[in-house]
């Protein structure tokens, strides 16, 4: 089976705190994406990256960065959190080809 | 324009009825087509992938028309188990493959 990890499922930040979400992934996947889940919005991508150290902006990439520096880990950073970005963030993974993708639980961030 | 268009409903249809659900997508060099099925407060699971010949799964058929870039999904004999929202998914490949969502549409079935 397939597993895609979310080190946290509920955080809470303060504004302007730098904020870490992880996500670990064990089926040798080369894709992994971050998403955020808005009421009315659906997913929108934040970032994805298709190998080590490689990485490509989505559609909402403001605000966010991402890390890379192994295959199965990929970490979004909020530089500055905002209370505009307190959303359900999901991460998926994919093989190259994109047959299916996975996703982790979710992490339901709260910025105060 | 979004990439990914879908109805949000929500559908609300009684049990045993038939309901269908249309998406369309903006790129035409969009590659690969599924439906994703999500449950209140979980994450989204692959429901079935869309190919051109179109595909069933059960009481479940996808259809994809890539010259009118619009793919659906049709669900015969509903159960109350069905209810979720059901998010259109398309991927295509710039310089990497890139997977983009619909809204998702909400069906609720009623008894």
């Known amino acids: 089976d397939v597993k895609v990890t979310q080190s946290s499922r509920y955080l809470v930040k303060r504004t302007g705190e730098k904020v870490f979400l992880e996500c670990v992934q064990d089926?040798?996947?080369?894709?992994m994406f971050w998403y955020r889940q808005d009421p009315g919005l659906g997913l929108r991508l934040i970032y994805f990256?298709?190998?080590?150290?490689?990485?490509e902006k989505g559609d909402i990439p403001e605000g966010y960065s991402v890390s890379r520096e192994k295959k199965e880990r990929f970490s979004l950073i909020l530089e500055s959190a905002s209370t505009n970005q307190t959303s359900m963030y999901l991460c998926?993974?994919?093989?190259?080809?994109?047959?299916?993708?996975?996703f982790g639980q979710g992490t339901r961030l709260t910025v105060v | 324009r979004k990439e990914v268009e879908q109805d949000p409903g929500p559908f609300n249809v009684p049990e045993g009825a038939t309901v269908a659900f249309n998406c369309t997508y903006s790129?035409?060099?969009?590659?690969?087509f599924f439906w994703y099925r999500q449950d209140c407060r979980k994450e989204p699971k692959l429901l079935m992938s869309?190919?051109?010949s179109g595909n069933e799964d059960g009481r479940f058929t996808a259809q994809l028309n890539r010259a009118s870039q619009y793919i659906s999904l049709l669900i015969r004999d509903s159960k109350l188990s069905d209810s979720a929202t059901y998010l259109c998914?398309?991927?295509?490949?710039?310089?990497?493959?890139?997977?983009?969502f619909g809204s998702g549409t909400r069906l609720s079935i009623r008894p």
């Open positions: 790129n035409s060099a969009s590659q690969s």
């Open positions: 089926m040798d996947h080369e894709n």
């Open positions: 869309v190919y051109s």
């Open positions: 998926a993974s994919s093989t190259f080809s994109v047959t299916e993708a996975f």
């Open positions: 998914v398309v991927t295509y490949y710039s310089s990497a493959s890139k997977i983009i």
């Open positions: 990256s298709y190998d080590v150290k490689m990485k």
